[in-house]
């Protein structure tokens, strides 16, 4: 069965800060893996995907690695800003269509 | 991207009344997802809902617990049952996109259960 696990379940940093989000997951046999951003209200925001056959993924201050072999990723955010305040949630899929969701990294950015 | 469309965004109900979730699509979709996200927890897949045929539900949820109706490419609903406490958190919908395996949600329902 998968299990996907996130540290730190928080994180508090100051703007402007460079940081690193952690997910491991213990089936390598992974189809893609994807970070979504959830905040209060809104639903879940897709932000990165990086199929099985990528190391890495960018968008703007966005940088999510892969590395399946050992069941690992990492999501990098540069010069961090209030706005990216939210919960962080890594999500792996396997054969079908369904996710298996981490408990999520909850960010706090302080100006 | 899609559009989702979820009712109510949150509600407040009685142990064991019965609540019933809308999703609405602003494009025709074959596979439709439903989540629940108990507090502290992670999202945890209850059904997958195709039109036209019985929704599959995930090993420790049952049909007569969560019914699901699908009658269209657009739409779907969830209803939680008999319910009691434990069942609050915020269930979500969500949909495979266009482009390859992204899913996109809706902004979910926060449930209460007095």
């Known amino acids: 069965k998968q299990e996907v696990t996130q540290i730190p379940a928080a994180l508090s940093v100051p703007e402007g800060e460079n940081l690193v989000l952690n997910c491991s997951f213990t089936?390598?046999?992974?189809?893609?893996l994807q970070w979504f951003r959830q905040d209060p209200g809104k639903g879940l925001t897709s932000l990165l995907l990086?199929?099985?056959?990528?190391r890495e993924q960018t968008s703007g201050r966005l940088n999510a690695s892969l590395d399946k072999s050992s069941g690992r990723s990492t999501l990098y955010i540069a010069a961090s800003q209030p706005g990216d305040s939210a919960t962080y949630l890594c999500a792996v899929q396997g054969g079908s269509e369904k996710l298996v969701f981490g408990k999520g990294t909850k960010l706090t950015v302080n100006p | 991207s899609a559009v989702i469309s979820q009712k109510p965004s949150r509600d407040i109900c009685q142990r064991g009344t019965s609540l019933t979730i809308q999703c609405q699509v602003d494009?025709?979709?074959?596979?439709m997802f439903w989540y629940r996200q108990q507090p502290g927890q992670s999202l945890t897949l209850i059904a997958t809902a195709n039109q036209g045929s019985e929704a599959t539900y995930e090993s420790g949820f049952v049909i007569d617990k969560f019914p699901i109706s699908r009658p269209n490419l657009t739409f779907s609903t969830l209803t939680v049952s008999n319910m009691s406490p434990e069942d609050s958190s915020i269930y979500l919908c969500?949909?495979?996109?266009?482009?390859?395996?992204?899913?996109?949600f809706g902004a979910g329902t926060r449930l209460s259960v007095l």
């Open positions: 494009s025709q979709v074959t596979m």
């Open positions: 089936d390598s046999a992974i189809y893609n």
């Open positions: 990086i199929q099985s056959s990528q």
């Open positions: 969500s949909i495979l996109g266009t482009l390859p395996s992204i899913q996109y």
